[in-house]
C-alpha cells in the first residue's frame, strides 16, 4: 500500500515567556492509500499538534524539526505558496467543534461558496449546483432550503455535516478528522461516523482520525497510534491492538469504561423533587405588536420523581427538552404543572421565595472551564456560594473549602490558583466542589462527564457515587452517553422532542427498550450502529 502521508521523527516544541515546551517527540507513522489511522490519547498527548504539523498550521510559536512528506512532497519547510495549494485541496480538516469552524455572520452557502471559488475557480450557477450536491451528499435534506440559514440555525450534527461538505468540496486525498464525534449525540454520532465511512469508500480517500473515544476507533479505524506525552507508545493494526494491547497506557485506556452500578437506594428514602405532567412551551412572537403566532414546545407533560440516595438520568438527543426539563425543576425558567421540592409545592413561587431553597439544588454544567469564572481564584469559586446563602458562620470559609476540596479528591494547596492552572478533570471537580459546599440535596448534572476524557469520565462517575452514598444526594443526570448513564442511575427517563418515550428502571428500560427511539439509541451506543 502506497504511503498518502508519511511522518517520521516529528518534534516539536512551543517556546513562549521564557517557558520549552515538547509537544511532541520523535513520532512517526504512515496513512496508506484508502486507509483509516487513528491517533489516539488523552488531551495534552500530542494528537492535534501531530495533525496541524502535517500542514503547518501550529503558528510562529512553535519549532518543527523531522520529516513530514504528502505524496513524496516534504511538508516542514515548504514554501507558502506550496501549502496553500496543499491546504484544503489535498489535504483537508474536520475539526470538534464546528461552530468554532464555520462564521457566524456568513450562510452556509456563502461559507461552502468561498471554499469552492478560492480552490477550483468555478463561478456562476455551477458554484450554487456544486453546494447543493455536497449538501446532498452529506445527508442534509432539502438543501436548497439549508443555503441562506447561518450555522446558529442547525443543530449540532447538521453543522458538522455542512464542515464534512466544506472539507470534501475540493475532493480531498486525505481527510484529517480531529474529534468530530465528542459533542454530538449517539445516534448522531453514529451516522457521522457511517457518513465518513461510506465517503472514504466512495472517494477512496484517506483518513486520519483523532480522538480518545476508543469505541469509535474500533468501529473506524484500520490501524491505532496510541500517544502519551508526545510520544507514540503503540502502533499496530485495529484489531491487534485491542485483542492484544502490550504498552501499560493501551491496557488502561481499553479498560477505562465507565461500569458497576449505584448504591441501592435506603428504604423508605424521602421523595427530594417530582413533577407531574410539566409543560413548558416558548411562545413565538411575529409582526410589529409581537403577536403569538406559535409555540416551541421544549417539554410536553413531564412526571419523574428523584429520591435521597437515587439517580434520576435524562437522556436523549439534543433539543429533546433534557435541560429545559431540569432548569424548570429548578424554577430557573417558567413552567406550567406541578413541581414539588421537599414536600413543598414550587408553583407560583417568585425568585425571591425561591431563594431560602437555592443552597438545596445545586446544578454542575458540561463546560467546567466556561462555568468558573476565570478572574477568581479556586477557594473564591468554592466559597462564593457560602457567603451569598450566610452558611456556618461557626467555621471559617476557608476551613470549608480545604474540606470539600480534600472530598473531592483536590490538593487543597491548590486553592489560591486559577482554573486556567488545572486540567478539564480537576475543572469538573472543582465545580462539584463549589455545588458540594452547600450540602445539597439535590444536584443536577448536565452532561458533566462529556467534555472528558475516558480515564477521567471514569474518576468522576466514581466521586459522584462516592458523594451520593455519603451525603444521601439526590441527583438529576443529564447525558447523551448512555454507558455512563447506565453506570450511574437508578431510574432513566428517555425524552424526544419534548415527549417522554420511555421511562423506567435502568436495568428494565436498557435490556428491554419498548419505543423504537429508545431502541436506536441503544443501538447506536452499544451496538455502533443506527437501529
Known sequence: MSAVLNVSNLNVTFRQDGQVTHAVRDVSFTVGKGETVALVGESGSGKSVTALSTVQLLGDSAEVS????????????????????????????????????LNPLHTIEKQLRES??????????????????????????????????????????????????????????????????????????????????DLKAKAGMS????????????????????????????????????????????????????????APVPDGAEVVAETENLKIWFPI??????????????????????RAGETVGIVGESGSGKTTLALAIMRLIRSEGRIAFLGQSLEGRNQKQMRPLRRDMQ??????????????????????????????????????????????????ELRDRYPHEFS????????????????????????????????????????????????????????????????LSHKVMVMRAGDVVEAGPVQQVFDNPQSDYTKALMAAAFEGRVA
Request: hydrophobic residues 45%.
Open 66 to 101: 523531522g520529516s513530514v512528506t504528502y505524496a513524496g512532497t516534504q511538508m516542514i519547510g515548504a514554501s507558502d505558496a506550496d501549502l496553500r495549494r496543499v491546504r484544503g485541496n489535498d489535504i483537508s480538516f474536520i475539526f470538534q467543534e464546528p461552530m468554532t469552524s
Open 116 to 197: 469552492i471559488e478560492l480552490h477550483q475557480g468555478l463561478r456562476g450557477p455551477a458554484v450554487r449546483d456544486r453546494i447543493i450536491d455536497l449538501l446532498n451528499q452529506v445527508g442534509i435534506r432539502e438543501p436548497e432550503k439549508r443555503l441562506t440559514s447561518y450555522p446558529h440555525q442547525l443543530s449540532g450534527g447538521q453543522r458538522q455535516r455542512v464542515m464534512i461538505a466544506m472539507a470534501l468540496a475540493n475532493q480531498p486525498e486525505l481527510l484529517i478528522a480531529d474529534e468530530p464525534t465528542t459533542a454530538l449525540d449517539v445516534t448522531i454520532q453514529a451516522q457521522i461516523l457511517e457518513l465518513l465511512a
Open 207 to 262: 483518513l486520519l482520525f483523532i480522538t480518545h473515544d476508543l469505541t469509535i476507533v474500533r468501529k473506524i479505524a484500520d490501524r491505532v497510534c496510541v500517544m502519551k506525552d508526545g510520544q507514540i507508545v503503540e502502533q499496530g493494526p485495529t484489531a491487534e491492538i485491542f485483542a492484544n494491547p502490550q504498552h501499560p497506557y493501551t491496557q488502561m485506556l481499553l479498560a477505562a469504561e465507565s461500569a458497576g452500578e449505584p
Open 285 to 306: 412572537h411575529r409582526g410589529l405588536l409581537k403577536r403569538t403566532a406559535g409555540y416551541i414546545k421544549a417539554v410536553n407533560a413531564a412526571s419523574l420523581s428523584v
Open 363 to 412: 446544578i454542575v454544567f458540561q463546560d467546567p472551564f466556561g462555568s468558573l469564572s476565570p478572574r477568581m481564584t479556586v477557594s473564591e469559586i468554592i466559597a462564593e456560594g457560602l457567603g451569598i446563602h450566610g452558611v456556618d458562620r461557626t467555621r471559617s470559609h476557608d476551613d470549608l473549602v480545604v474540606e470539600v476540596m480534600r472530598e473531592v479528591g483536590l490538593d487543597p
Open 424 to 487: 478539564g478533570g480537576q475543572r469538573q471537580r472543582i465545580a462539584i466542589a463549589r455545588a458540594m459546599i452547600l450540602r445539597p440535596r439535590l444536584l443536577v448534572l448536565d452532561e458533566p462527564t462529556s467534555a472528558l476524557d475516558m480515564t477521567v469520565q471514569v474518576q468522576i462517575v466514581e466521586l459522584l457515587r462516592e458523594l451520593q452514598r455519603k451525603h444521601r444526594l439526590a441527583y438529576l443526570f443529564i447525558s447523551h452517553d448512555l454507558k455512563v448513564v447506565r453506570a
